[in-house]
């Protein structure tokens, strides 16, 4: 059984940082390209950024240049490394193994995120 079990999320001021944590089980992240997704009420998740089993690194325009992602093997983690956070960046943050494209998630079943808020 694939689990997801994200971590990290606070209430952070603008321009603050958090790191996320996704532990995950039943899978061998280092064979997946990961992503981390995010949710806002109303909408779907979206993706924000993934890695690929070799280290390189995709975001989202609305993102780049302030987060970034890396994996740790060895624990089957991954993490979101969040920089200047803007209120806009507040919502609920889920990880999961993405498609070869990095445009969709391979697993249906999701952990409970972790929230993410920005605000002063």
């Known amino acids: 059984q694939v689990q997801f079990v994200e971590s990290g999320g606070d209430l952070v001021q603008p321009g603050g940082s958090l790191r996320l944590s996704c532990a995950a089980s039943?899978?061998?992240?280092?064979?997946?390209?990961m992503g981390w997704y995010v949710r806002t009420p109303g909408k779907q998740r979206e993706l924000v950024g993934h890695?690929?089993?070799?280290?390189?690194?995709k975001f989202a325009d609305s993102v780049k240049g302030r987060f970034t992602i890396s994996r740790d093997n060895f624990k089957n983690t991954v993490y979101l490394q969040m920089n200047n956070l803007k209120p806009e960046d507040t919502a609920a943050y889920y990880c999961?193994?993405?498609?070869?494209?990095?445009?969709?998630?391979?697993?249906?079943?999701w952990g409970q995120g972790t929230q993410v808020t920005v605000s002063s």
């Open positions: 999961n193994a993405a498609t070869p494209d990095g445009s969709s998630p391979v697993f249906g079943s």
């Open positions: 039943g899978i061998i992240i280092s064979l997946y390209l």
């Open positions: 890695i690929t089993s070799t280290g390189s690194t």
